[in-house]
Structures are given as structure tokens and as C-alpha cells.
């Protein structure tokens, strides 16, 4: 198999790849309002084709098996452990309309022509190659089929980042130092996102700014155990050498308990919803 995103692969093979497996809840239903405006601007038949890139657990794999109950849908990533979470949920979910294949969509050999819709929810910031990774999933799709994902803006302006990661550093963490270099926020110039998708082959490229709650768990602890297993939460521990787990796991509690209601724990997110055609 080639992988070029080798240190997004072992990132995501890695401790974090099994947290996100292990610790979300990825078939609550947290992220219903994302998905509306994700599914929405994706506009799913009951006979399309999909491909969901970066497709993680499945969680939204799941939702576009349902939504193409007569076509079928294919989720695609690079982290075994997190596909295997999302094989087991697929077969809970009782669907027989999809499937999930391990690989880098950057350089994956899907078949030409074949999808009517690619979609992603968080999952097309981490290519090395940006443009040949859209390229790539771009003659995947057919003439006239359509790109839609959804991806943070800059990072000052999404809560779910800066909140818990401020109250572990003491001061608001600081953007990435190469904004260009894979990562949660290599999209958030949305100059960027129309040039690298012009350059890839798709047309009529729309970014929408869109300000969505994201779920992160059922209360504050749960939360709380979420963010310890990230990577920005790991990288911080990693530094801090007084800063012990379980400290930081009090602090990511009291700084959660304010954003825990009814449904759950939710932090704002800026973000760009994007639709292009190919
Ligand atoms: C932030 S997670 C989002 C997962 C899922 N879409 C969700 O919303 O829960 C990013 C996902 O992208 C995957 N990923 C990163 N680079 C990739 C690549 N080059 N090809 C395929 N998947 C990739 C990671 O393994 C991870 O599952």
C-alpha cells in the first residue's frame, strides 16, 4: 500500500488513532446540526455512489449509507484502529451499503468516474500534497459530481481548540508555526481552499463560513477523557512536566463543566462548509 502521509499514518495508527477510536461516541448522534449542514450541501440520493475521505470511526459514513439507501457508500482512511471501530459500528448499524478500505486518499487507486458525491467531515487537512490529494479524489468522482466537506477556520475563532487547550497552558495556544503543514487548521485561509481545489480540476468552488457546536461527550468527564488522549493535550503533558494527568484531567473537567448541558458537551467550532463540482 503507498502511504506518502507517513507521519499522519503513524500519528493516526499511534495512541491517538485507538483514543479516537476507543473514547467518542461516534454513533450518539452529537453532531446531528453538523451533519444537517454537511448532508444538506451534499444533497444525497438514494441511488449515489459515495466516498467519505478521512472517514475515521464511520460516523458519517453511517449517516450517507442511510441517506444512499439503493447506492452505496465507501469510507476511506488511514488509521486501522479507527476503521476497525468503524466496521464493528457499520455492522451494528445493520447497513449492508457500505464499506471501508484502508488506504491514503492523497494516492489511493479508486476507480475513475465512479462517485457522485465525496464528502468529509474533518477528515482533508492532513495531506502533504493537497493538490494531488484533491486530484486524486477528484477522478474519483464523475463529471458533474460534486466535493463537499467541512474543515475549522483559524484557530482563534474554534472553542473546541482553544478552551481546553488554554486552560492547561495558562495562556491561548499559540497557531501552528508552518500554517501550510498538514494539520487541523492547513485549511483555514479559505483563499487557500479555493486555489487548491481550483488546481486539482474542481469548478465552481463555494466556502461558507459556518458556526456549528461540536459534541465532544456526555458530560464534562467524559470530555475531559476525550481531549487528554489528542494529540495537542498529549503534546502539552509532554512539555509540562509538573502538569500530571490527572491535574489535567481536573482542570479539563472544571473548564467543561460550563459547556455540559442536556445533550451533552459542546464547544463552538468556526468553520468552512465547501462545496465544489468536479
Ligand atoms: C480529525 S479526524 C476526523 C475523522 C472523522 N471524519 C470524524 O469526523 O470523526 C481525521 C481523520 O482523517 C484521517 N486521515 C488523515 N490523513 C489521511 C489521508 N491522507 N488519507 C486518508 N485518511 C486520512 C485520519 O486517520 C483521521 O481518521
Redesign the pocket.
Given at each position: 500500500m503507498d502511504i506518502p502521509?507517513t507521519a499522519?499514518?503513524t500519528s493516526?495508527n499511534g495512541p491517538e488513532?485507538v483514543h479516537?477510536a476507543d473514547q467518542?461516541d461516534?454513533t450518539a448522534g452529537g453532531?446531528a446540526a453538523l451533519h444537517r449542514l454537511l448532508f444538506g450541501a451534499a444533497a444525497i440520493t438514494e441511488t449515489d455512489r459515495v466516498l467519505?475521505?478521512?472517514?475515521?470511526?464511520g460516523?458519517?459514513t453511517i449517516v450517507a449509507a442511510r441517506l444512499a439507501a439503493r447506492g452505496h457508500v465507501v469510507g476511506?482512511?488511514?488509521?486501522r484502529p479507527?476503521l476497525e471501530r468503524a466496521r464493528a459500528d457499520g455492522v451494528r448499524s445493520g447497513l449492508v451499503n457500505l464499506r471501508f478500505e484502508e488506504?491514503?486518499?492523497?494516492v489511493?487507486p479508486f476507480p475513475d468516474d465512479h462517485f457522485d458525491v465525496a464528502v468529509?467531515?474533518?477528515?482533508?487537512?492532513?495531506?502533504a500534497d493537497p493538490v494531488a490529494?484533491f486530484a486524486n479524489i477528484g477522478r474519483a468522482v464523475r463529471p458533474g459530481g460534486r466535493l463537499v466537506f467541512v474543515c475549522p477556520q483559524d484557530i482563534a475563532r474554534c472553542a473546541w481548540y482553544t478552551v481546553p487547550n488554554a486552560a492547561l497552558l495558562g495562556h491561548p495556544p499559540e497557531p501552528p508555526a508552518d500554517a501550510l503543514a498538514?494539520g487541523?487548521f492547513s485549511l483555514a485561509d479559505r483563499s487557500r481552499i479555493e486555489r487548491v481545489l481550483g488546481e486539482a480540476g474542481f469548478r465552481t468552488v463555494t466556502t461558507t463560513a459556518v458556526d456549528v457546536p461540536l459534541y465532544f461527550g456526555r458530560d464534562a468527564a467524559n470530555a475531559a477523557d476525550f481531549y487528554l488522549g489528542t494529540g495537542p493535550v498529549r503534546a502539552i503533558l509532554e512539555r509540562d512536566a509538573t502538569l500530571t494527568p490527572a491535574a489535567a484531567r481536573a482542570i479539563l473537567r472544571a473548564t467543561l463543566e460550563p459547556y455540559a448541558g442536556p445533550e451533552g458537551v459542546y464547544l463552538g467550532g468556526a468553520l468552512w462548509l465547501v462545496s465544489a463540482e468536479r
Open positions: 502521509n499522519q499514518a493516526w488513532g479516537w467518542k461516534h453532531n467519505d475521505i478521512g472517514c475515521g470511526a460516523e458519517t476511506v482512511d488511514l488509521s479507527m488506504g491514503d486518499a492523497q489511493h468529509s467531515q474533518f477528515g482533508i487537512m492532513f495531506f490529494a498538514p487541523m
